[in-house]
């Protein structure tokens, strides 16, 4: 009878493989939460005065469970809001941000009491020619859920931290002169912008300067965020920790595929909470926010009813 050999393989071989396994997954854990962060607002120059603002939908997987960033910006074309409106309709829940109380029903602007941000933003609508997001979205869809502070939770948390506007913009400035002293600080002035605004297309002269500025936001709001002891700002970091408290909830409930809409100078903080929950980034596509094009001048027909090219001249 043929003997048959067992090769026992040795215990500390054993042992010291799975200490490389282990320490592989980790690597590996570590990398994704250590990874840069992605990027959630880009100019794309297109020519002489043309371009586009994106914003980024970034997804993220960790099993049969997917998470998407959706970035955004508050003022933009209509077709923008319309495409994120349309995404919406495919998560089981989509998280939003707007400071308010628990159930206020969010309604259009108008008619309804606004802020100094609010009443910026759509001063903002109309020297830009865009739309206001509060207008835009409508925020009564059934998947839709809340995931912000309340009013007076806000105003308290910001007293407890001494945190004011005033003392957030001082911060942004700071970053900005630092930004200025590395060569990369804002190409904005008085002149560049009296110039825009006189220009006989005045609402694409200024969407065009200050889209090539938003390449520095998230940098600014980074710097802005940490805050004299390091642990954030309420406006940002405070607020994030809420729409992380309210996925972990949603998670927790069975929710298998779900969005965050916040601003766009949000998402490089959500990003690391999220990837900190072990959640890997899987895809990331653009969604155009402002499509800056000069005004063409219309096509005139010849005799033969043919097209001629306008003269560009």
């Given at each position: 009878?043929e003997k048959?050999?067992?090769?026992?393989?040795p215990l500390g071989?054993?042992?010291?493989?799975?200490?490389?396994l282990?320490?592989?997954?980790?690597?590996l854990?570590k990398?994704e939460a250590?990874a840069?962060?992605s990027d959630?607002?880009r100019?794309?120059?297109e020519?002489?005065?043309e371009?586009?603002?994106?914003?980024?939908?970034?997804?993220y997987?960790k099993?049969?469970v997917r998470?998407?960033?959706?970035?955004a910006?508050?003022?933009?074309?209509?077709a923008y809001y319309?495409q994120l409106?349309k995404?919406?309709?495919?998560?089981?829940a989509?998280l939003y941000?707007m400071i308010?109380?628990?159930?206020e029903?969010?309604r259009?602007?108008e008619g309804?009491p606004?802020?100094?941000?609010?009443?910026?933003?759509?001063?903002l609508k109309g020297?830009?020619?865009?739309?206001f997001?509060?207008?835009?979205?409508?925020?009564?869809?059934?998947n839709?859920?809340?995931?912000d502070?309340d009013p007076e939770?806000?105003?308290?948390?910001q007293?407890?931290?001494?945190?004011?506007?005033?003392s957030?913009?001082f911060?942004?400035?700071l970053?900005?002169?630092?930004?200025?002293?590395?060569?990369q600080?804002?190409k904005?002035?008085?002149?560049?912008?009296?110039a825009?605004?006189a220009s006989?297309d005045?609402?694409?002269?200024?969407?065009y300067?200050l889209a090539?500025e938003?390449?520095?936001v998230?940098?600014?709001?980074?710097g802005?965020d940490?805050?004299?002891?390091g642990?954030?700002?309420?406006?940002?970091?405070?607020r994030?920790?809420v729409a992380?408290?309210?996925?972990?909830?949603?998670?927790k409930?069975?929710?298998k595929?779900?969005g965050?809409?916040?601003g766009?100078?949000?998402?490089?903080d959500?990003?690391?909470?999220?990837?900190k929950l072990?959640?890997?980034?899987v895809t990331?596509?653009?969604?155009t926010a402002w499509d800056?094009?000069k005004k063409?001048?219309?096509?005139?027909?010849?005799?033969?009813?043919?097209q001629?090219?306008?003269?560009e001249?």
């Amino acid at each position: 009878m043929e003997k048959k050999t067992i090769r026992f393989v040795p215990l500390g071989l054993l042992g010291t493989l799975g200490v490389a396994l282990s320490c592989l997954a980790f690597a590996l854990a570590k990398s994704e939460a250590d990874a840069p962060p992605s990027d959630f607002l880009r100019f794309v120059k297109e020519g002489k005065g043309e371009g586009r603002l994106e914003t980024a939908v970034v997804m993220y997987e960790k099993g049969e469970v997917r998470v998407s960033l959706l970035g955004a910006v508050h003022v933009g074309d209509r077709a923008y809001y319309d495409q994120l409106q349309k995404l919406f309709e495919g998560y089981d829940a989509l998280l939003y941000e707007m400071i308010k109380e628990k159930d206020e029903e969010v309604r259009p602007v108008e008619g309804r009491p606004e802020s100094l941000v609010s009443m910026f933003q759509r001063g903002l609508k109309g020297f830009l020619e865009l739309d206001f997001q509060l207008d835009a979205i409508d925020y009564t869809q059934e998947n839709f859920v809340h995931a912000d502070m309340d009013p007076e939770t806000f105003l308290r948390l910001q007293k407890n931290k001494g945190e004011s506007m005033a003392s957030l913009m001082f911060r942004a400035m700071l970053e900005e002169w630092k930004g200025q002293l590395n060569g990369q600080g804002s190409k904005l002035n008085g002149w560049t912008l009296l110039a825009a605004f006189a220009s006989p297309d005045s609402a694409r002269s200024l969407k065009y300067l200050l889209a090539k500025e938003f390449d520095s936001v998230e940098r600014i709001l980074a710097g802005m965020d940490g805050g004299d002891d390091g642990s954030g700002s309420v406006l940002l970091s405070g607020r994030n920790e809420v729409a992380m408290e309210v996925l972990r909830r949603e998670l927790k409930n069975g929710k298998k595929n779900l969005g965050i809409f916040y601003g766009a100078g949000h998402m490089q903080d959500l990003e690391r909470r999220v990837r900190k929950l072990g959640f890997k980034k899987v895809t990331a596509k653009w969604v155009t926010a402002w499509d800056i094009k000069k005004k063409r001048a219309p096509v005139e027909p010849e005799a033969d009813g043919t097209q001629r090219e306008p003269n560009e001249n």
